[in-house]
DNA sequence: TATTGTTATACTCTATAACTATA
DNA sequence: TATAGTTATAGAGTATAACAATA
């Protein structure tokens, strides 16, 4: 008595690629809810642990690592100045210093132990060890195409 | 004489989801390069296997199983149809049965090999057990998020 | 000349809401 | 009352192009 059955066979079961995307939209839509709270998206986030981690680095060099434009990293830091939590100082005549402020560094803990919380739900899954393992597979894989691919 | 060093500790470094997102972002660019010649996109690609493989399937259930949006189903199916790719019948008075028109199936066949060689590029640093080990662990885990997470 | 940052803008993807028709 | 399909539309995210100022 069933009304709806799964397909007999379906197309995508051997596609690593169609399984990696349905993967990582549903783990974006779960860092955004846990990210929503603090009124960050994922990008700020990224950029805020950037910063935090390499205090004094450029917009463009934020951007060559994250893979953003230099169009949309100027709309995103600005956010980020006007919530209070970047300071920008000048390097040089062309480039920004970037800094967590106090307030920024506070937040950027919140947001280290909501990812943690995130990451720990989304792979619950996987052991430790295991976890390990694959992120770094996974890295090799993207670098390798980074390096193959156009742009 | 290093000009541009990369950062001394990049906080993404341990974070899987971060990773996984990259590597999708990649293999998503990939994907609709290889069928840019078939003038598809990769989700209309997906939608024609889904056909193929269970011929007289309605939009709703392609919707449930790839979680499109009836919204953005309608649009995409009649993209399709208009394509002369797919073909629809009343199943009842509410629902149409899709089918692969010829030049849909022909297409089709096309679209697997773009895909297989695709897959080949963006894989090649995995053995062909690894992938099959790796796309059943990512399945898993998607599949897993999906009755976990809201929607 | 190349780089940094900025603005404006367009395109794609996805989401919501409202509606019709049928089960 | 729930489901299938459609339409209109709004919001993110990301892309290109053009520009000013500086190295």
């Given at each position: 008595m069933t009304t709806k059955r799964p397909p007999l066979s379906d197309p995508t079961d051997n596609l690593l690629g169609?399984?990696?995307?349905?993967?990582?939209?549903?783990?974006?839509?779960?860092?955004?809810?846990?990210?929503?709270?603090l009124d960050l998206r994922p990008t700020e986030a990224t950029v805020l642990m950037e910063i935090f981690t390499n205090p004094g680095i450029t917009q463009s060099?934020?951007?060559?690592?994250?893979?953003?434009?230099?169009a949309n990293m100027a709309p995103l830091i600005a956010g980020l100045v006007e919530q209070g939590l970047v300071e920008t100082a000048r390097k040089?005549?062309?480039?920004?210093?970037?800094?967590?402020?106090?307030?920024?560094?506070?937040?950027?803990?919140?947001?280290?132990?909501a990812i943690a919380e995130h990451e720990e739900r989304c792979f619950a899954l996987l052991g430790k060890r295991e976890r390990r393992e694959l992120t770094e597979r996974i890295r090799e894989l993207w670098q390798h195409l980074d390096t193959i691919e156009p742009g």
């Open positions: 169609y399984h990696l995307r349905r993967l990582s939209v549903l783990i974006m839509a779960d860092l955004s809810r846990s990210l929503d709270s060099r934020i951007g060559k690592i994250l893979s953003i434009k230099r040089d005549g062309r480039s920004l210093a970037l800094t967590l402020s106090a307030k920024g560094k506070r937040v950027y803990k919140k947001v280290m132990s």
